[in-house]
């Protein structure tokens, strides 16, 4: 199943990004998330559910360029 929902990154924390979504539904565990820095897109697992409106993730590539916000 593939959410639409727009998240925003909170935390990074060298391959750990948590990021919050505004409203529901969270993306489920192991779902990929994408993100374009600088014109590159990373891709990132989810690994765990911190609250009902933050997830964990694992970046599968490099994290660097990333930043809160």
Same mark, same amino acid.
């Given at each position: 199943?593939?959410?639409?929902?727009?998240?925003?990154? *909170?935390?990074? &924390?060298?391959? !750990?990004?948590? %990021?919050?979504?505004?409203?529901?539904?969270?993306?489920?565990?192991?779902?990929? #998330?994408?993100?374009? *820095?600088?014109? &590159?897109?990373? !891709?990132?697992? %989810?690994?765990?559910?911190?609250?009902?409106?933050?997830?964990?993730?694992?970046? #599968?590539?490099?994290?660097?360029?990333?930043?809160?916000?």
């Amino acid at each position: 199943m593939t959410h639409l929902n727009t998240g925003k990154i *909170v935390q990074v &924390s060298g391959p !750990v990004v948590d %990021v919050a979504f505004g409203t529901p539904p969270l993306p489920h565990i192991r779902e990929a #998330l994408t993100v374009t *820095v600088g014109g &590159s897109q990373h !891709v990132m697992e %989810v690994s765990q559910h911190l609250n009902d409106h933050t997830v964990r993730c694992v970046m #599968l590539a490099a994290s660097e360029g990333l930043a809160r916000g």
